[in-house]
């Protein structure tokens, strides 16, 4: 079973970027796609990012060209780089496969967008 941690949350500006990591470990945790989610302040978790073993990736639109997921399989670590911040974004940030397992959840990282 694959366990996962995130961090990199924290309070940023309107305009600002920070980057969340996804640690990854358990039985075959390098060898799946894997996604970023997030769940805003009373709102369903939704989908934002995808990167599968090979590196390809896609994304929801409202975080296309301001998102960049990537992954380390021999660290077995996934990224979020996220630019251009806004209070939309605000959110707790979870990884998980993709699709994701519902055992597999973690705590998540919260992501406050705010001046």
């Known amino acids: 079973q694959v366990q996962l941690v995130e961090s990199g949350g924290g309070l940023v500006q309107p305009g600002g970027f920070l980057r969340l990591s996804c640690a990854a470990s358990?039985?075959?945790?390098?060898?799946?796609?894997m996604g970023w989610y997030r769940q805003a302040p009373g709102k369903q978790r939704e989908w934002v990012a995808t990167?599968?073993?090979?590196?390809?990736?896609n994304y929801v639109n409202s975080v296309r060209g301001r998102f960049t997921i990537s992954r380390d399989n021999a660290k077995n670590t996934v990224y979020l780089q996220m630019n251009s911040l806004t209070p939309e974004d605000t959110a707790v940030y979870y990884c998980?496969?993709?699709?994701?397992?519902?055992?597999?959840w973690g705590q998540g990282t919260l992501v406050t967008v705010s001046s």
């Open positions: 358990g039985r075959g945790s390098s060898i799946y796609a």
């Open positions: 990167i599968t073993v090979g590196g390809s990736t």
């Open positions: 998980n496969k993709a699709p994701p397992l519902d055992n597999a």
